[in-house]
Each structure stands twice: as C-alpha cells, then as structure tokens.
C-alpha cells in the first residue's frame, strides 16, 4: 500500500516547513549529482580492476525514488559495487569549493557506534570528487580516521572527521572525464532552479488568492469547473497543506482534461494537480491506476512532441518560447518523479524506469544554451 507522502513528510520533525514539493527539488539536485556519476564510477572500477565483473548501482533509502517520503537523509551508502562476487559500499562526496583548510567526513559515515563501543566501517569507500580541479580520490574509513582530526564543523552542526588540506589533497588524482559529468550536472541543476521558479510566479499570480484564502473547510469542499479554477484550488490547498475530501475521484476528474489540443501551459497545470492530487492520496485503485499510467504515457508523447531543434519546447504563438519551456521542463520533472513512484508502490511494468533526472528531455545540453541565450 502506498503511504500519503504529503502527511509522512508533514509529519516529521526534522523538517523545515515548506511544500513536500520544494522538499523534492532540494533532494532532485542530490540524486542529479549521484547519478551522472554513477556511470563515471563504474568504468573507473573497471579501470582499477581490469578483468573483473563490475557492477555499481544507486543504494540507500532514495536508491529508486531520489528521495525520501518521510523526509531527512539516508544513512545508507550512497552506491554499492559488485566487483565479482564481493560488494563493496561507496559514499560519495564532493566540493566546488578551492582553498579548503580542511575536508570533512561525517563521524556516523567512518565509524560504527554500538552502545559504548565503536569500530571503523569495513568494506567501505569514500569517492571524493574535487570539482574545481577535476580530480578524484578514493579513500577508506581507517585512512580518515588516522590522517583526520576529530572536530566541530559548524556548517553541519556536528562533529567530523577533519583532514587537514595538505594531507588529503596529495591522495588527489585529475581525470579530465570528470569535465563532461559536471558540465552535465551543472546543466541540469541550472535546468531544475529555472523550471521551479514557476512555483514563485504562480505564487506572485495568486497572490490576491492566497492572501484571501480563509474559510478552509470551504475551499476544501469546492468542485472545480474548469482546469483553470481546477489548479487553483489545488494551487491553493497545497500552499495551505489540505487536501480535498476525495482526492481519488478528483484525480479522475482532472484526467478528463488531457485531449490532444492541450498545450504546454494547459500540461503544467494539470501535471501540478496531478503530482498534488496522487502524493495526498493513499492507495489507488486498479481503475484508478490504470487510466493515470496511460494518461502519464500521452503527456510524455505529447511533452516530446513540442521539441524544438534550438532546444525549445513550443505550442502556442500566444506564449514566448522560454515560458512554454519552462513549462515543458516543470512537466517532465513531475512526471519522471511519478513514473519512479508508481513502478515503485504499485509494481508497474507498463512505465519504464528512470535512469537519470530529466532522461526525458530532447537534448539537455541544448536546452540549457536555449535557456541562457534567452535569459
């Protein structure tokens, strides 16, 4: 059974208040850095181990769905590789900073505390990505323990492992490969912040809505006319953390709204609603599920249709081509997000998984020039 993610995530203390979904983006650029380099590390083990069967695959809480329902951070290892039949865990860390004093390492992450004991993490590898310099290293647990210094780091609030600059950076090695992976991760990253700033002006257009919004039982009892009133509401009650009374059969409601006219600013809002609508509900049924997998499937198409050559998305004369692409973007974003979701809980296999953040977009690289041309 599927647990409602809004009310999980509402519900820990160990967050700061904001919408489940701004919590989401935040993870997004986590899960974007772990897996561009996910392959990166694979071929590097195959350099390091030549002959050997390897295989590295995401681990941890967020290993499918990027990030946690229940919100906070995974304690689990960042990847696991296969090197023939042994398993070997890979936490990942990295700085685009230069001129480090010293490189930390979360105490929880070398050391294994049981009671009044504690012992250094065995079969264990910290890959450590400098991006300034375009250099890696890959270090065990007992080499920070010994090179490191037991410190306070105020940026985490806690206590870690410090390795003084002069020790860590001699374990440094360059890899001009590692240029396209960031070149790619900045792409991206650049791509998430431009497409969610669509939440701050949909916040400054609702503004007067917002501001108004105070019977909620009221709101919550509405039935939206149209997709416009539609997302509204659902705009609305996402911002004041509600929900409709049934948000099944609203859910199937707003899927009526999806024809082969729509065009992209009409996708967004219904691909927000969507992604409002299925994190508040608890289970779907079978019929419930199988109209919104086909219904995911013909927004997907229609998205990749509006591609343009430039890297644009277009579908209006009315709109400029950098708000309809940031319409597109935030619609890909979302549903790649419910495509992972629904595999996992409900054991789809009618939707392929998703192997890397924004996999849907036509040519990252070119959106991205589009993008900051037109900026």
Known sequence: MKLDAKTIYAQSSDIKPRTYLEYRMDMKKKAIVELEVLDWLENKLKELYPGNQIKVYKSGGDKF?????????????????????NKIEFELQYTEKENLKYYDFKVSKVIKRKKKNQAIINNKFFLFIHKPSLKYAILTPEWITENGEYGMVEAWRSYAFRVPKEK????????????????????????????????DITKDRLSYLLQSVIDENKIVKIIPQNLDSFFKICFILDNINKTPQNANLWLIYLLSYIHNNILLEDIFKIVYCIDFLYSSIEELKENELNQLINKVKELIKKIQSFYQSDGSYRSSLKLSPL?????????????????????????????????KIYENIGDVEKTYRFIKEAL
Not at 69 to 85: H, K, L, N, Q, Y
Not at 326 to 338: C, G, H, K, T
């Open 168 to 199: 860590f950076e001699k374990l440094l090695k360059p890899d001009n490969t590692l240029k396209s992976i960031w070149e790619r991760i900045d792409a991206k990253i650049f791509i998430l912040n431009f497409q969610h700033t669509l939440i």
């Open 323 to 355: 708000d309809e692409t940031r319409y597109a973007l935030f619609s890909i974003n979302l549903l790649e997000d419910l495509i992972q979701d629904m595999i996992y809980y409900y054991s789809v296999s009618e939707l392929k998984p998703i192997k």
């Open 65 to 85: 769905l990027w990030f946690l329902r229940e919100g906070g951070i995974s304690r689990e290892p960042d990847f696991i590789a296969e090197i023939d039949d």
